[in-house]
Structures are given as structure tokens and as C-alpha cells.
T-cell receptor
Framework: DTEVTQTPKHLVMGMTNKKSLKCEQH?????MYWYKQKAKKPPELMFV???????INESVPSRFSPECPNSSLLNLHLHALQPEDSALYLC?????????????FGPGTRLTVL | GQQVMQIPQYQHVQEGEDFTTYCNSS?????IQWYKQRPGGHPVFLIQLVKSGEVKKQKRLTFQFGEAKKNSSLHITATQTTDVGTYFC???????????FGPGTRLSVLP
């Protein structure tokens, strides 16, 4: 199985809601990532998990809270988001965090904050 | 932080024409990766270049890594409508883990 899955595909939430994005991979990868992608822009790294521990947080606001319950799962908890947080949220995984490792991306969750 | 730039930003070609996108860095890169993202899709890994002057081919796609390892190019011969999408190069981030994406070149192919 060489697939990264993400749920939900689409999410609309108000600024006071709490929601979670989910990501799963069964390739045995030990590095997992969250990216944010605005329209016509490249993916922008948010968080990196290595062996289920947070290794990189790219100065992301605390209204985004990542969680890695096990080596196959990655969550992104959302609370009190702003309309400018509307974007495509991509999860990716790789065998390790080295820049030499190919990243496998999921299909993304398209988030709209009202 | 580490940045890679890409030109052009957009390219419109007639089907059958060739296409080239260029990726440039102000610093030497240990390696470079290329990804393709179709409209409405997610980035998909195409290739990685590691050696100075390296050239790799995938059917109609030719990837090059510059001798100084500061630039790279992707050339598509005889474009097809299936080539439509945004092509990103990605170079290592300063802290050695992971990498940073270039801004991308968006290719549209007119049938």
C-alpha cells in the first residue's frame, strides 16, 4: 500500500468550531508532515514528526495543534481558526526526515473557515 | 532561510511543443527533487538529482542538475495535455531536514 489517506476531503467550519484533520499511511514510514497550501502557491511546511515525536514546528499559531497517536496516524486539531486559514491541508510521509527522502502526499483536506 | 526560485511562473504551450522550467538557488544544494501537481490534485514525486551535472530521463521528461549544484531544469519534449499541472522543484531546508518547495511553474497545454 503506497497511499496516504486524508479525511475529510472537504471541511467548512466557523471560527469558534473545533475540528480535526486525519491522515493515515501504512508504508511503515517514520516521518510524517503537515503542509498548508494556498491557491497558486507551493506547499508550506507546518509540522514534522519523526518517530512519533514532533521535530519541527515552523512557527505555526497555537490554534493548530498536531498529534501523532502512532506511527501510522497523524492528526491536526483545529480551534478558533481565522478565515485566512482557509487552504488545502496536505499530509505527507517519508521513510525518514532527511532531505534525500521522497515524500508521499495525501490528497489533502480543503478547509474553508467562515 | 534556504530558497529556491523557479522560472517561468506560467507557461502556455501548444500541444506538441517543448517546455522547460528552471530552478535556481543562491547556495549549493546537496540534492534537488521535482514534484508535479495536477490541477485539483496533490504533489507527486517525479525524481531526485544528487550528483553534479547529473542528467536523468523519464520518457519525454529530462531532468538536469547543474555542475555547481545551484540550478536544475526540467525539459518536456512534445508536450501532451496530460502534462498540464504545476511543476515544483524542492531543495533542502537550512536545518538539513526536509526541504523547501520552489514557487512552481504552471504549465498549460492547448490541444
Amino acid at each position: 500500500d503506497t497511499e496516504v489517506t486524508q479525511t475529510p476531503k472537504h471541511l467548512v467550519m466557523g471560527m469558534t468550531n473545533k475540528k480535526s484533520l486525519k491522515c493515515e499511511q501504512h508504508m511503515g514510514h517514520r516521518a510524517m508532515y503537515w503542509y498548508k497550501q494556498k491557491a497558486k502557491k507551493p506547499p508550506e511546511l507546518m509540522f514534522v514528526y519523526s518517530y512519533e515525536k514532533l521535530s519541527i514546528n515552523e512557527s505555526v499559531p497555537s490554534r493548530f495543534s498536531p498529534e501523532c497517536p502512532n506511527s501510522s496516524l497523524l492528526n491536526l486539531h483545529l480551534h478558533a481558526l481565522q478565515p485566512e486559514d482557509s487552504a488545502l491541508y496536505l499530509c505527507a510521509s517519508s521513510t525518514g526526515t532527511s532531505a534525500y527522502n521522497e515524500q508521499f502526499f495525501g490528497p489533502g483536506t480543503r478547509l474553508t473557515v467562515l | 532561510g534556504q530558497q529556491v526560485m523557479q522560472i517561468p511562473q506560467y507557461q502556455h504551450v501548444q500541444e506538441g511543443e517543448d517546455f522547460t522550467t528552471y530552478c535556481n538557488s543562491s547556495t549549493t544544494l546537496s540534492n534537488i527533487q521535482w514534484y508535479k501537481q495536477r490541477p485539483g490534485g496533490h504533489p507527486v514525486f517525479l525524481i531526485q538529482l544528487v550528483k553534479s551535472g547529473e542528467v536523468k530521463k523519464q520518457k519525454r521528461l529530462t531532468f538536469q542538475f547543474g555542475e555547481a549544484k545551484k540550478n536544475s531544469s526540467l525539459h518536456i519534449t512534445a508536450t501532451q495535455t496530460t502534462d498540464v499541472g504545476t511543476y515544483f522543484c524542492a531543495g533542502p531546508a537550512n536545518y538539513g531536514q526536509n526541504f523547501v518547495f520552489g514557487p512552481g511553474t504552471r504549465l498549460s497545454v492547448l490541444p
